[in-house]
């Protein structure tokens, strides 16, 4: 079969395309019409209008075919058997829901902080899982670059499941592939219980000394409380802390003392942070939440905090609901602002707001915001504005925010990924927001956003700003007790 338009046959016989239609239409030269105002000539008729034109043919048949005999007629009306197309074991694409309704309209491209970079297109993404080019989406770096913010699910006007997409590249990545800090996190908490492999006897150590420096600083009496059974909350820690910021874990334990709270540390498998959300090893992330629920049954504690990071919050719940939805009947599980509203509203802590006088302003966790919204129902908006308001009279909010918030570029184990110029390339929108904003205090609950805000974009883009976690910021505006009927005193 040769396929042609009429100019082209023009071209080839040397005639005008009027001479080429009205050969057509008077069967000089059979042809029917085909796709894109072609034409469709069978091999024999075009090598004919050759011959009669001392032209030599543009194509010829299918070597293959020259020569074969004809197939022998089918006999006695026999069928012949159904070619079956397997289908592929396991696709990424596994959902309607992520592909063949996406419009391709650009909405998440326009949203996404690092669409561009190294040609990243959240479009390109789903349309290549649809196509099932998994292998190409497994061995590129496009979905560690991204955060796993969510902005493109809240713009998409379709809906479409793209960080579900995403996780699930994540997890086919060979697990010698995955970025390296992130991995070694990962196996290193499931070998020795916390992701930086903090020995036991020195973890209990700190925290014995950094409770005598609290009894003997501001709260008399005190005694960090390890394995306490009967305690009504159990609380995980952050490796990050004991190991790099230990005197950072005072903030929640002058708040626990000054609330009266019955709390306790499990001195083993104490670690709330899970990055098996962030390698996609989905066994791991079911592996570390098992711990937890473990010690709490174990301690007979009745409600557990996840402090300090805001993605702990979140793997935590998802893996409770997935697998372990029995255990939100038997225990409650509190976020920081939930625990903190608690205690002021109750009378149990009281704010002097008068401690902060520079103009605030309050950053919201993609995970903690838009991305528990969207999985739980809730997104914690109006609950830090609350909290970051009792503690600062002067407070502005960033434009946009709450669920149109951008993700200030290291969530998803960004932070410790290899991608350092793309994650501060992800960051300039959220710096910008606070530039214009004109805040001198940014305040947040997430441990990555704290620690982009203030030791990268603080530094890249000249913002001249401090940050403080939200807890950090109620600790340092606490009234407390006056000791032995002297002043009262702040925390």
Known sequence: MYEAKVNDLAEEFGVHRNTI????????????????????????????????????PRIGPDPATVGEAA????????????????????PLYTAPALADVCLACGSCAGACPISGVDDLDPRKIVRMAFLGLDEE??????????????????VCPMNVEILQLMRRIRSRRERDKVPPAIQKGVVTCLEKGNNLGIPKDDFLILLKELGEELAGSSCPGFATPIDVRGARMLVTVNSKQPFAEPDSLKWWWKIFHAA????????????????????GDYSAM????????????????????????????????????????????????????????????????????????????????????RKSLKTFGHGYFDEPRALTRACCPQYVDLAPDREENYCCGAGGGAWA?????????????????????????????????????????NREFNLNIEVQFLWELVANSLVMAPQGGGEVRHG
Not at 268 to 275: A, K, R
Not at 290 to 311: M, T, W
Not at 323 to 351: H, M, N
Not at 437 to 450: D, I, P
Request: include cysteine; proline fraction near 5%; glycine fraction near 6%.
């Open 21 to 56: 239609r009205n050969w057509i239409n008077s069967g000089v030269l059979p042809a029917q019409e085909g796709p894109g105002r072609r034409y469709l000539i069978q091999w024999e008729d075009y090598k004919r209008l050759c011959d009669k034109y001392g032209r030599e």
């Open 71 to 90: 197939p022998a007629p089918r006999s006695n009306g026999a069928v012949p058997a159904a070619v079956r197309l397997e289908a592929k074991v396991n």
């Open 137 to 154: 989406l497994v061995e590129s770096d496009w979905p560690w670059k991204c955060t796993m913010c969510g902005k493109c699910e809240v």
């Open 260 to 279: 009266g709270e019955s709390w306790t540390i499990s001195s083993e498998y104490w670690e709330g942070v899970n990055w098996g959300l962030h390698s």
């Open 286 to 369: 079911r592996t570390i939440v098992k711990r937890i629920i473990d010690n709490i049954e174990r301690l007979n504690c009745k409600a557990l905090l996840l402090p300090e990071c805001g993605h702990a919050y979140y793997a935590t719940r998802y893996a409770l609901e997935r697998w372990f939805p029995e255990s939100l009947q038997q225990f409650k599980v509190y976020t920081v602002f939930d625990l903190l509203l608690e205690y002021l509203a109750e009378g149990r802590i009281t704010l002097d707001p008068s401690v902060h006088t520079r103009l605030a302003t309050f950053h919201d966790s993609c995970n903690y915001g």
């Open 417 to 457: 990924s290899p991608f350092w110029a793309e994650r501060v390339f992800h960051g300039r929108i959220k710096a910008r927001q606070i530039s214009e904003s004109g805040a001198k205090l940014v305040v947040t609950s997430c441990q990555n956003c704290r620690d982009q805000l203030q030791t990268s974009l």
